[in-house]
């Protein structure tokens, strides 16, 4: 036998041995990936649960301590007290407490005719709500009439209609706010539509809040020329 052939079967065996050390050095390297990424995991756990527990549930008890007196305050008839108090919580506080603290904001100042101001708030205030949240961009809409600002004013209702989705109680009741958008702008011929689509889509709202919508077309209509 050569030399050669002899050596062959070793020269096997050792690569068999390289391959196995390799297998076993990536099953270690693996290992120790996989303990980093845990450690990782449970680290970012431990932070949120940190937060979670030692932050923002606190957080939140105070926000809502902080708008429970401004509510109390409100309901004893208190509106400027209560006013500046949600004022400051929707300018230097947080999660949905602040949030519903700019709302009432909003309503405070537009109810005082600071109309400026009550918009400022009604831009901090956010709900996707159907209810709410349209009720919100109505009051933002009520706020630029009143500052004369029609086609902003025009946006704003339009977004209330969108965000009402249908509600039979108040979408047709935002339609006529954005009419009455239309025929301050002298657009009588969006204003005809508008009343059209509320006879259309919600034919027993006129009825039921006693608006004669059929005069209010009729009326649009002649301006219109139709």
């Keep these: 036998m050569s030399k050669k052939q002899q050596e062959t079967p070793e020269t096997g065996l050792d690569g068999i041995n390289d391959s196995l050390t390799a297998m076993t050095q990536k099953v270690q390297d693996n290992k120790k990936m996989v303990m980093i990424c845990s450690l990782a995991v449970v680290a970012v756990a431990v932070v949120v649960l940190a937060y979670v527990y030692f932050f923002r ?6 926000a809502n301590d902080r708008i ?3 509510d109390l305050e409100l309901a004893l008839g208190n509106d400027s007290v209560a006013a500046a108090q949600y004022m400051d919580l929707a300018d230097n506080g947080s999660y949905d407490a602040a949030n519903r603290a700019a709302l009432q904001s909003a309503i405070l100042l537009y109810q005082d005719g600071k109309y400026e101001e009550a918009l400022k708030y009604a831009d901090k205030y956010s709900a996707d709500d159907d209810i709410i949240g349209a009720g919100a961009y109505s ?3 009520d706020c630029l009439v009143n500052l004369d600002r ?3 004013a025009e946006k704003a209702f339009k977004e209330a209609i969108r965000t009402s989705d249908h509600n039979p109680a108040y979408t047709p009741f935002f339609m006529i706010k954005l009419a009455r958008v239309y025929r301050a702008q002298n657009n009588y011929k969006e204003e005809c539509a508008v009343y059209e689509n509320i006879m ?3 034919p027993l709202y006129g009825q039921a809040h006693n608006v004669d919508v059929e005069k209010l077309l009729d009326r649009a209509r002649l301006q219109a020329g139709n």
Aim: net charge positive.
């Design 200 to 202: 259309k889509e919600y």
């Design 68 to 70: 429970g007196v401004a």
């Design 150 to 152: 029609l086609s902003d």
């Design 139 to 141: 009051l933002k809409g």
């Design 57 to 62: 549930t606190p957080g939140i008890q105070k």
